[in-house]
């Protein structure tokens, strides 16, 4: 058994899904701002369900909302990233999603894992200009 995030969540204005982890989160891909859509802690959801698991891929794990979809997600790159222990993670990130053609997705992703990181570390990732 794991902890899931049941939370699905598109932008009114765009129709894109993200993770409104902050009360004050626009859509991180057209900017808009939807007051209706529901927050939810998914930073510290995330680290608890990371570390139920001790940092490694659940073995059985269903995605049943967007929310896991993110989750599953997150397992994969904290387990890649626990093998290469010492790289700075912001570098790591960058170099595992290179390939991502989804220059929103990226971006949304990168930053809900900066914060999980730095959560789940308890450190402070210096943030880059993105």
Known sequence: MTIHANY???CIECGNPYIKYNEKLSCPNCGHFDESATTIDFIDLA????EYNGGVM?????VFSFGDHVLYTLFEIFVRFNRVQ????RLFLETLLVDLDD??????????SVLVHDKLYNT???????
């Open 8 to 10: 699905n969540n598109k």
């Open 103 to 112: 220059d929103f997705w990226k971006k949304h992703l990168t930053d809900i």
């Open 124 to 130: 402070q990732t210096q943030p880059k200009g993105y």
């Open 47 to 50: 680290v608890q369900s990371i």
């Open 86 to 89: 010492g790289e700075d993670f």
């Open 58 to 62: 659940p073995l059985a794990f269903g």
